[in-house]
T-cell receptor, first 114, second 112 residues
Framework: AQSVTQLGSHVSVSEGALVLLRCNYSSSVPPYLFWYVQYPNQGLQLLLKYTSAATLVKGINGFEAEFKKSETSFHLTKPSAHMSDAAEYFCAVSPYNQGGKLIFGQGTELSVKP | NAGVTQTPKFQVLKTGQSMTLQCAQDMNHEYMSWYRQDPGMGLRLIHYSVGAGITDQGEVPNGYNVSRSTTEDFPLRLLSAAPSQTSVYFC???????????FGPGTRLTVL
C-alpha cells in the first residue's frame, strides 16, 4: 500500500528564515503529489501539485517543491518565512490510476517566530 | 459558486445514535470523498465515489455508509456512533483524478 511520511510533526523557524518541510512517499510508479495547507479551524487549501510535467513545482504564497524520484521525496520550501505562513501543512499522494483518492502524511505544524 | 458545502458544522451525539453528515458541491465534479482528521494522523480516507451510483471504501470505512444518487450530493451516514468516531470530517470533490481536491469547511463531531 502506498504511504506518505512527513518528517517532523512540528517545525519552528524565525521570520525571514528558510522553510523546509520534508515529505517522502512510497510508490513503485511515480504518483501525483500534492501539498495542502490548513489554517486554524479551516478546511484544506492546495499549495501546489506535481503531475509529472516538471520536477520543480511553484505554488502559491512563494512556496515551491521539488520532485526527486531517486529519493522518493517531494520536499516543500520557501526562501523567507512570514508570520502568516504559520499553519499545518500536509503532503498527499494520489495513487496512479486511482483518481479521487488521496493518501495523506501525518502533517507538519509550522510555527514562525518574530 | 458555493464550492463544497458541509452541514452541520458541529454535532454532539451519544453513543449508539445515528446521523447523516451532508456534503454537496456545485462544480459538477465526478469524484467525491470523505476524510476524517485526527491529531497526529493526518487525514484518512473513509469512502469515495467516482460518479453517481458508484462508491468504494477507503482506509477506514468501518462504521460508515455512503451513497451517491446524484452528482452533487454525497452524504456520510454513521449507523451507530461510537466515541472512536469523534473527529473532524471533511468532504472533498475533484473533476478528475489528477486535479486538486476542493475541501469543504468540515464538521466537528463529538460522540459521548
Amino acid at each position: 500500500a502506498q504511504s506518505v511520511t512527513q518528517l517532523g510533526s512540528h517545525v519552528s523557524v524565525s521570520e525571514g528564515a528558510l522553510v523546509l518541510l520534508r515529505c517522502n512517499y512510497s510508490s513503485s510508479v511515480p504518483p501525483y503529489l500534492f501539498w495542502y495547507v490548513q489554517y486554524p479551524n479551516q478546511g484544506l487549501q492546495l499549495l501546489l501539485k506535481y503531475t509529472s510535467a516538471a520536477t520543480l513545482v511553484k505554488g502559491i504564497n512563494g512556496f515551491e517543491a521539488e520532485f526527486k524520484k531517486s529519493e522518493t521525496s517531494f520536499h516543500l520550501t520557501k526562501p523567507s518565512a512570514h508570520m502568516s505562513d504559520a499553519a499545518e501543512y500536509f503532503c498527499a499522494v494520489s495513487p496512479y490510476n486511482q483518481g479521487g483518492k488521496l493518501i495523506f502524511g501525518q502533517g507538519t505544524e509550522l510555527s514562525v517566530k518574530p | 459558486n458555493a464550492g463544497v458545502t458541509q452541514t452541520p458544522k458541529f454535532q454532539v451525539l451519544k453513543t449508539g445514535q445515528s446521523m447523516t453528515l451532508q456534503c454537496a458541491q456545485d462544480m459538477n465534479h465526478e469524484y467525491m470523498s470523505w476524510y476524517r482528521q485526527d491529531p497526529g494522523m493526518g487525514l484518512r480516507l473513509i469512502h469515495y465515489s467516482v460518479g453517481a451510483g458508484i462508491t468504494d471504501q477507503g482506509e477506514v470505512p468501518n462504521g460508515y455508509n455512503v451513497s451517491r444518487s446524484t452528482t452533487e450530493d454525497f452524504p456520510l451516514r454513521l449507523l451507530s456512533a461510537a466515541p472512536s468516531q469523534t473527529s473532524v470530517y471533511f468532504c472533498a470533490s475533484t473533476r478528475t483524478g489528477v486535479d486538486e481536491q476542493f475541501f469543504g469547511p468540515g464538521t466537528r463531531l463529538t460522540v459521548l
